[in-house]
Nanobody, 123 residues
């Protein structure tokens, strides 16, 4: 079972990036997907999560209205579209997979994690 993030990089303030989370070894439609981020010296933060079917989504207050989570259960890939990026969005972003959806994304455990992708927002 593997999750591989991609799409990170350098963006200017106000810019956009789309992260992908490709999963293998299991069917994405059987899992909840959550995106977390962590920057040096800060605790890991749950950014967003999406339920198995993709019909329910949740976001942290810090990204609501700017980020959009989605999943393509046919192609086994989840996405995090990030817009209006700010320097405080700089972090390593991780996707994770679990069995339980909660609109408080951090309140439930996730069984599988990717290796992370770096997002840097700077002019």
């Amino acid at each position: 079972l593997q999750l591989v993030e991609s799409g990170g990089g350098l963006a200017q303030p106000g810019g956009s990036l789309t992260l992908s989370c490709a999963v293998s070894g299991f069917s994405l439609d059987a899992y909840v997907i959550a995106w977390f981020r962590q920057s040096p010296g800060k605790e890991r933060e749950a950014v967003s999560c999406i339920n198995r079917s993709g019909g329910l989504t949740a976001y942290s207050d810090s990204v609501k209205g700017r980020f959009t989570v989605s999943k393509d259960n046919v192609n086994n890939t989840a996405y995090l579209e990030m817009s209006s990026l700010q320097p405080e969005d700089t972090a390593v972003y991780y996707c994770s997979a679990g069995f339980v959806y909660n609109r408080n994304c951090a309140a439930v455990p996730y069984e599988y994690w990717g290796q992370g992708t770096q997002v840097t927002v700077s002019s």
